[in-house]
């Protein structure tokens, strides 16, 4: 079974210009996740998706952060404009279900994003 | 509100040697609580966890119980190997709402 994909791998851009990540869940996962994680920190939730539809988002800085999931299946996270302090990995996850009792949360192997 | 906070590292133990991660919880309700590993070059693995207070959680050797009454999920292994150097992150999950909330990892390095 193909795991969570992402790209790019690592993404260097200037503050104030604009970037975009992508993520091609696990077939069949209904819910998408995107997390922020910053050197020596855990990661932080910024948005989940339930199919094409946004769950949670309340951590997600909208005035400079989008993310969508149009046909329910891969998702593109976007930032713009960047500040230096968005440098960190950003992680994508996916599951069967939210209910995360009963299913596992798989992690791809995130984006390294430097802001310089 | 939710939160977790654990152990600070590092970590540096000896081959075989007992390891025990402390990990406490600040939740409303009824969290699941997990433990995540991210070993060396790899992406975030679920390595075990607990749905309601007294369960225990096991995989690998490693171990963690709910403790609703102290509100705790310490990661515990009888004897590491050096293939456990590794971070490790506490998390708590709410099963009726959408949060994940994770703590801030243990670098964990077992030496020969």
């Known amino acids: 079974e193909a795991g969570v994909a992402q790209s790019p791998r690592y993404k260097i851009i200037e503050k104030r210009q604009s970037v975009a990540f992508w993520c091609n869940p696990i077939s069949g996962h209904a819910t998408l996740y995107w997390y922020q994680q910053i050197l020596g920190q855990g990661p932080k939730l910024l948005i989940q998706?339930?199919?094409?539809?946004?769950?949670?988002d309340s951590q997600l800085p909208k005035d400079r952060f989008s993310a969508e999931r149009l046909k329910g299946v891969d998702s593109t996270l976007k930032i713009q404009p960047a500040k230096l302090e968005d440098s960190a990995v950003y992680l994508c996850?996916?599951?069967?279900?939210?209910?995360?009792?009963?299913?596992?949360?798989?992690f791809g192997p995130g984006t390294r994003l430097t802001v310089l | 509100g939710n939160s977790v906070t654990q152990m600070e590292g590092p970590v540096t133990l000896s081959e075989e040697a007992f390891l025990t991660i402390n990990c406490t919880y600040t939740?409303?309700?009824?969290?699941?609580l997990f433990w995540y590993v991210q070993y060396p070059g790899e992406g975030l693995q679920l390595l075990l966890k607990a749905t309601k207070a007294d369960d225990k959680g096991s995989n690998k050797g490693f171990e963690a119980t709910y403790r609703k009454e102290t509100t705790s999920f310490h990661l515990e292994k009888g004897s590491v190997q050096v293939s456990d150097s590794a971070v490790y992150f506490c998390a708590l999950g709410k099963n009726t709402g959408n949060q994940f909330y994770f703590g801030t990892g243990t670098s964990l390095t077992v030496i020969p």
């Open positions: 998706f339930q199919n094409n539809g946004v769950v949670d």
């Open positions: 939740a409303t309700g009824y969290p699941s």
């Open positions: 996850a996916s599951s069967l279900s939210a209910d995360l009792s009963y299913n596992e949360q798989f």
